[in-house]
């Protein structure tokens, strides 16, 4: 059997020449894109920011599936703007392996605590059927993290994916995966079972690290998307600002995807879901959105989908 690949690590390859950009004297020149000249908004929240909540009979009989099924969407436990919309689209994000998070990071409204349960080896099952019924062709899978387990959870992933190629004909599946605490043979299984997109989030510069993720590792996530990328998935990963990063940070954060490889970068507001969580240090103007997404595809991420109201998940269905 051939033995599988030793993982790359962020210094072994060496930066792909970006999209429009030309090379002189041997330095990579990127096209010059100008940041907007715009304020950012302090205090209270401002009126791009303001969405209506889904409603009506379809809306209804979707969240009764769910929750006739026993499941749990990142749609309704980290309370997304854009759930009405992604769901008429054809598009749910199912959170498994339970409802309750082995860590505390400061912008999550899911609940933090040690899970009481094991496995639930019949989730997969109910995840598929669940899907099947409110007629999704485009499936995200996330999950909490599961420290107390070697293993992370990652056979549950790998579970589901298959249960949901075996229900629905021509789906696409997204995985939005923790970093396994850098345990690396459970990684490799949620690799092997070969999701479109393979998506682990950064959520933030590595300055803030300690205050936003605090569990969480910079470098180590960064790996996460590495070795997906070197075993030939499609790689996303997305960021939250407002948390008090600059635009530098930000840039030098693009600068890591594009050494990796990054297929797809998210870039959305961050909202406090309560008052026990970090507060917004700033709401940034929608101009400044358009100018990420321009200068991360200027410098050779394939996509930035980036916008006050974009999440992780947002427009998925368009990144496969």
Same mark, same amino acid.
């Given at each position: 059997m051939e033995a599988k690949r030793k993982p790359l690590l962020p210094g072994d390859i060496q930066l792909k020449a970006a999209s429009g950009a030309t090379e002189m004297d041997g330095m990579l020149e990127l096209p010059v894109v100008e940041a907007p000249a715009v304020e950012n908004v302090r205090g209270s929240r401002? *009126?791009?920011l303001r969405v209506k909540l889904p409603y009506g009979e379809t809306y209804k009989k979707l969240v009764d599936t769910i929750e006739s099924n026993g499941l749990h969407t990142v749609c309704q436990s980290a309370r997304c703007p854009n759930m009405g919309e992604c769901w008429t689209a054809g598009t749910a994000t199912f959170m498994i392996l339970g409802n309750v998070c082995t860590r =505390?990071?400061?912008f999550c409204a899911v609940k933090t605590g040690r899970p009481d349960e094991g496995l639930d080896w019949d989730e997969p099952n @109910?995840? $598929?059927? $669940?899907a099947k019924t409110m007629g999704v062709k485009h499936a995200?899978? +996330? =999950?909490?993290n599961r420290d107390e387990r070697k293993d992370g959870g990652a056979p549950i992933f790998a579970k589901t994916i298959e249960r949901l190629r075996e229900e629905i004909e021509g789906v696409t599946i997204e995985v939005l995966i923790p970093d396994f605490r850098g345990l690396w043979d459970a990684l490799q299984i949620v690799i092997d079972a070969r999701p479109e997109v393979m998506n682990h989030n950064m959520e933030t510069v590595? @300055?803030?690290y300690k205050r936003v993720r605090p569990q969480a590792v910079y470098q180590r996530s960064l790996d996460v998307l590495h070795i997906s990328k070197d075993q030939g998935l499609r790689t996303k990963s997305g960021i939250m600002v407002g948390l008090g990063e600059t *635009? *530098?940070?930000v840039l030098a954060l693009m600068d890591d995807f594009v050494e990796i490889g990054l297929n797809v970068m998210t870039i959305g507001q961050y909202l406090q879901? +309560? @008052?026990?969580h970090l507060p917004v240090e700033e709401f940034i103007h929608p101009d400044k959105f358009t100018w990420y997404k321009e200068v991360g595809e200027a410098k050779g991420i394939e996509h930035v989908e980036s916008g006050p109201l974009v999440r992780s998940s947002y427009h998925a269905e368009r990144h496969v």
């Open positions: 401002p *009126d791009w =505390s990071c400061g @109910r995840v $598929a059927n $669940a995200v899978i +996330t =999950s909490v590595p @300055r803030l *635009d *530098d940070e879901p +309560t @008052r026990m």
